[in-house]
């Protein structure tokens, strides 16, 4: 059986856990604890020198780093439901929506959190390199994270997913980032009614609460 590294509170190690329960694949799960540094310990840094989570053991012990390559390989072992998209264009607008929702949305909350957050102190940046924090980044990412919400509200006015007419990796990413907005007071509002609604219908789906 597949062993995903893992943690709960996180917003990368969720879209994993979305992406295997919307497969319906079951997965062991090993919990590594950020808040105690966990992913710095000797242990860890074997299983990935990076000091990321999420991390997924392949069946043969292949160690896929990132969600990029966990995707990908999921995708080509269970391709039902198909989630990185089903004709050339429809996998174009995917890629292209998930790289909006990882640059636009997840990364802009990371540059908030991470740089404004007394618990983020030199540690600006993921990995095990001191990185000091910047709080110019923090503000910029919070200007980042509302045009993020608009763009959003605006795609989803005219299609029921990101990239479309069905569910994709690119839907997971961006309601991860949304919820992950949570961190830095950020949440749509009134002026949102369309990724209100998309993020309902999104929540209520089980792989969701994974």
């Known amino acids: 059986m597949m062993t995903l590294y893992d943690y709960a509170m996180a917003p990368n190690p969720r879209r994993a856990r979305i992406l295997l329960a919307e497969k319906g694949v079951t997965v062991q799960r090993q919990n590594i604890d950020l ?3 966990e992913q710095f310990s000797a242990a860890f840094r074997q299983i990935n020198p990076a000091c990321t989570v999420p991390v997924l ?9 990132d969600n990029a390559a966990i995707a990908a390989y999921l995708e080509d072992r269970f391709p039902q439901p198909p989630l990185l998209g089903r004709s050339a264009l429809d996998k174009a607008l995917v890629a292209s929506w998930n790289w909006r929702a990882e640059f636009d949305g997840l990364m802009a909350v990371a540059e ?7 618990a983020m102190v ?3 940046l993921p990995g095990p390199l001191p990185y ?28 029921p997913f990101l990239a479309g007419e069905h569910l994709s ?16 007071g950020c ?19 089980p792989a969701f609460a994974a």
Do not use: K, M, Y
Request: aromatic residues 6%; without cysteine.
């Open 35 to 37: 808040r105690t540094q």
């Open 57 to 65: 053991q392949t069946e043969d012990g292949e160690l896929l780093r």
């Open 112 to 118: 908030a959190f991470r740089n404004g957050s007394p």
């Open 169 to 184: 990796v690119a839907d997971i990413t961006a309601l991860v980032s949304v919820d992950f907005a949570r961190v830095v």
């Open 132 to 159: 000091a924090q910047i709080p110019a980044l923090a503000e910029r990412g919070l200007a980042r994270i509302a045009v993020f919400f608009t763009s959003l509200d605006e795609r989803l006015r005219d299609h």
């Open 122 to 124: 030199d540690r600006a």
């Open 187 to 205: 949440q749509p509002d009134a002026s949102h009614p369309h990724l209100q609604s998309w993020r309902q219908r999104l929540s209520a789906r």
